[in-house]
Antibody
């Protein structure tokens, strides 16, 4: 079955950096778009970024554009999120998600989610 | 950016009763809507996509309806394991995907 395991979260000061990882198994990783979605403590869900199958196309929420970089290594079945210039408001549980549907046709959504990794930004 | 608005914020329901959750989009999203269930300490789980298609393994007591700007998730007979927070999400105009703020279904 689909398994997504995030890691790399932790405590960091404002202005600091972290790199999140998501190790995928149970499916052909290179066949799927992937995404990061976050959830601040006690709050709702916020899409962060996604990447296409071959890393040709990425996109970011305005709140993280220019600070976060999504990438993937299909040989390692892994998704990454490099987070720089972190802010207090970036504190959240970060979920890795496999995208379902037909993104090339404009109709896709997060289908399977990992358990998340917690990022806490505090001075 | 499309704004998704869910109502009510909290729904108190007795086990075995029907629950009806609403989701409204700020502009038409056709049927490009998904519903997710999130229990405390767990990741969201996809319930419905395409506004009305149940995801794999989702019980038939969950049903979705609507198109355009108005959508409904119905749980026909609430089981103890259904008490959770439910989110709607549009994927018609993206990026960004946008989520509603959630409806908490609690035991009455």
């Amino acid at each position: 079955q689909v398994q997504l395991v995030e890691s790399g979260g932790g405590l960091v000061k404002p202005g600091g950096s972290l790199r999140l990882s998501c190790e995928a198994s149970g499916f052909t990783f290179s066949d799927y778009y992937m995404s990061w979605i976050r959830q601040a403590p006690g709050k709702g869900l916020e899409w962060v970024s996604y990447i296409d199958r071959s890393s040709d196309y990425t996109n970011y929420a305005d709140a993280v554009k220019g600070r976060f970089t999504i990438s993937r290594d299909n040989a390692k079945n892994s998704l990454y999120l490099q987070m720089n210039s972190l802010r207090v408001e970036d504190t959240a549980l970060y979920y890795c998600a496999r995208v379902s549907g037909y993104c090339s046709g404009g109709s896709c959504y997060p289908g399977d989610w990992g358990q998340g990794t917690l990022v806490t930004v505090t001075s | 950016e499309i704004v998704m608005t869910q109502s009510p914020a909290t729904l108190s329901v007795s086990p075995g009763e029907r629950a009806t959750l609403s989701c409204r989009a700020s502009q038409s999203i056709s049927s490009n809507l998904a519903w997710y269930q999130q229990k405390p300490g767990q990741a969201p789980r996809l319930l419905i996509y395409g506004a009305s298609t149940r995801a794999t393994g989702i019980p038939a007591r969950f049903s979705g309806s609507g198109s355009g700007t108005e959508f409904t998730l119905t749980i026909s007979s609430l089981q103890s394991e259904d008490f959770a927070v439910y989110y709607c999400q549009q994927y018609n105009n993206w990026p960004p995907w946008t989520f509603g703020q959630g409806t908490k279904v609690e035991i009455k």
